[in-house]
């Protein structure tokens, strides 16, 4: 029996947070390091990002250089822990799962023919917790996380090879779909010949998302037939044009 592999993106394609991963790292960059910079380092854009390469830029846009960004990592990951459990905590209005999420993640972890992972530019701790919250958790064992490599290409491969480690199953690039909403989603799949799924509920620009050309574009995913339909399709094995995997991840 063929196997899919389905990967899914956090921020924007499953839940929306309602702004608490931005608040909790700017909460912990000022605990950590200089408070009166955090304005500048507020001007990072998040969208498609890992939260590593975030890190970088946020700590660059603060003047901290390289060295202490490294020195401090460990208290800033535990900063940003504590802050985020804080945040999510407060329920604001736009925290919420996005629609058609539940019914599509109930009916793909039903299938002999599917298997579900993330694929996030977060942290795991980050990721766990963003979750949790929404009791989205349950849905998923494994995948690639923000910590997992240099950037989101690499965060994709390494997604499937835990995904195949943990069911056994050796997934071919044809049969991993990447769900996803902004257009580093999409790139991250077709650099690695995966198929690309593209939701408009987060984080992408106006158009961006239909110009990076996904092989499936959804306003949301509350049509779960239509999804999965897509998914499952006869051809889906279709390799893409002028693809190919980045070396650096």
Known sequence: MRIHLILFDIDGTLVDAGGAGRRAL?????????????????????????????????????????ASLESKRADLERAYEAALRHELRIEGPRQRVLPGVLALLDALTTRPDARVGLLT??????????????DLFRFFDGGGFGDDAKNRRGVA??????????????????????????????????????????????FAT?????????????????????????????????AHEGAGSDPSG
């Open 157 to 202: 491969r390494a997604a499937v090879r835990d995904m195949s480690k943990r069911t056994g199953i050796d997934f071919p690039a044809s049969d991993v779909v990447v769900v996803g909403d902004t257009d580093n989603d999409v790139d991250c799949a077709r650099a690695n010949r995966f198929r690309s799924f593209a939701v408009d509920t987060g």
């Open 26 to 66: 700017l909460r912990a960059f000022g605990e950590v390091f200089d408070p009166a910079s955090l304005s500048s380092a507020g001007r990072v854009p998040f969208g498609g990002k890992t939260d590593v390469a975030i890190f970088r830029e946020m700590a660059h846009e603060m003047g901290v250089d390289a």
């Open 206 to 238: 106006p158009g961006s998302l239909a110009k990076a050309r996904p092989d499936a574009l959804f306003d949301d995913l509350s049509d779960t037939n239509a999804v999965l339909k897509t998914i499952f399709e006869t051809g889906s094995d279709r």
């Open 121 to 134: 530019g977060n942290i795991a701790i980050g990721a766990r917790l963003k979750l949790e919250r929404f």
